[in-house]
Structures are given as structure tokens and as C-alpha cells.
């Protein structure tokens, strides 16, 4: 839960940075990143976490809390072929973003919505899920936020069996 992964690649002749959840792969997509400015990487990195952690609704306390638990920030190398698969994955289907990315914006908010539309079983998750359900069941698996009711987790035969034949 405390992990994240980083990749910079280009998109649509932009510098994206996906920063992904290694527990659940909660993504979010940073544009016009500059290759110098890594020099204040993990800094960077925490404020656009805190800053997304705000976007969701969680108050200053918790998103304080998550910090406090996560410890001090390290760079390490990325969580296995699993985590990698999934940052190519997510460099894929940015390519297919049918919308322009926004100008003034380093936060892409659509593109972050768009790449976690996607269901999922990360490790640790015996069930498929969207990333954000997935975010918040780990921060209640924590105690940072309440439990809440069950969360909107995909039966995936389910799910195949009610949407066969649908794309046709």
C-alpha cells in the first residue's frame, strides 16, 4: 500500500508520468514532467500523492496518517514482472485516450480516470476490482479510513457471462 511505481514515457508527444499503486494499482497520469526536475523525484512524488489522497475525500488526518505509517521515502526498483506487466499495460491503453490531453494541467484527471476504469486482481486481492475500490479497501484494511459496505468487487465469470456477445 505504500509502494508506488513510477514510469515516464511519452504520450500523444508529451512526457507522462504514470505513478501506480504497487497494492492496487491505482494510477495517476502527471504531464510535462521534465527528466531534470527528478532531482526533487520523491518529494515530487509525495505531494502529488497527497494531493490526489485530497481529491478522493480523505481529510488531512488520514492522508497525514498514511504518511506517518509509510515511513521515511525510498527509491527502490520496481515490484516484479506482475507491477510491470501492468505499467505496460497502462502505457498501452493511454495510447488508445481518445481525448486531447489537458494543457495547462500537469494532474491529467480524465487520462487517471480512464486507466482505472480498468478491472484488476493485484496481488494480495482474491477478487477483481477498479483501482479506486481497491485504493479504498486497502486505507480501511489499514484502520485510516472506516469500513465501509462491501465494495463493488467484480465476479469476472460473472461479469464475461453477462457482457458475451455485447461487443458484436
Same mark, same amino acid.
Given at each position: 500500500?505504500?509502494?508506488?511505481?513510477?514510469?515516464?514515457?511519452?504520450?500523444?508527444?508529451?512526457?507522462?508520468?504514470?505513478?501506480?499503486?504497487?497494492?492496487?494499482?491505482?494510477?495517476?497520469?502527471?504531464?510535462?514532467?521534465?527528466?531534470?526536475?527528478?532531482?526533487?523525484?520523491?518529494?515530487?512524488?509525495?505531494?502529488?500523492?497527497?494531493?490526489?489522497?485530497?481529491?478522493?475525500?480523505?481529510?488531512?488526518?488520514?492522508?497525514?496518517?498514511?504518511?506517518?505509517?509509510?515511513?521515511?521515502?525510498?527509491?527502490?526498483?520496481?515490484?516484479?514482472?506482475?507491477?510491470?506487466?501492468?505499467?505496460?499495460?497502462?502505457?498501452?491503453?493511454?495510447?488508445?485516450?481518445?481525448?486531447? %490531453?489537458?494543457?495547462? @494541467? *500537469?494532474?491529467?484527471?480524465?487520462?487517471?480516470?480512464?486507466?482505472?476504469? +480498468? =478491472?484488476?486482481?493485484?496481488? /494480495?486481492?482474491?477478487?477483481?476490482?477498479?483501482?479506486?475500490?481497491?485504493?479504498?479497501?486497502?486505507?480501511?484494511? %489499514?484502520?485510516?479510513? @472506516? *469500513?465501509?459496505?462491501?465494495?463493488?468487487?467484480?465476479?469476472?465469470?460473472? +461479469? =464475461?457471462?453477462?457482457?458475451? /456477445?455485447?461487443?458484436?
Amino acid at each position: 500500500m505504500f509502494c508506488w511505481d513510477t514510469h515516464l514515457t511519452k504520450i500523444k508527444g508529451r512526457n507522462v508520468l504514470f505513478i501506480v499503486n504497487a497494492s492496487n494499482r491505482y494510477t495517476i497520469a502527471m504531464t510535462d514532467i521534465e527528466p531534470r526536475n527528478l532531482n526533487y523525484y520523491t518529494m515530487y512524488i509525495r505531494s502529488v500523492i497527497h494531493g490526489v489522497m485530497q481529491e478522493m475525500g480523505y481529510s488531512e488526518e488520514q492522508i497525514g496518517q498514511y504518511f506517518k505509517m509509510s515511513g521515511d521515502t525510498t527509491v527502490t526498483k520496481t515490484h516484479g514482472r506482475k507491477s510491470v506487466g501492468g505499467i505496460n499495460r497502462m502505457v498501452m491503453d493511454a495510447q488508445y485516450f481518445g481525448k486531447k %490531453l489537458e494543457k495547462e @494541467a *500537469k494532474y491529467q484527471w480524465e487520462l487517471s480516470e480512464y486507466l482505472n476504469r +480498468y =478491472i484488476c486482481q493485484p496481488e /494480495g486481492f482474491d477478487a477483481y476490482g477498479y483501482p479506486s475500490e481497491l485504493f479504498k479497501l486497502d486505507m480501511e484494511r %489499514l484502520g485510516i479510513a @472506516a *469500513k465501509r459496505k462491501p465494495a463493488k468487487v467484480i465476479d469476472i465469470a460473472q +461479469y =464475461i457471462e453477462n457482457n458475451r /456477445g455485447t461487443n458484436d
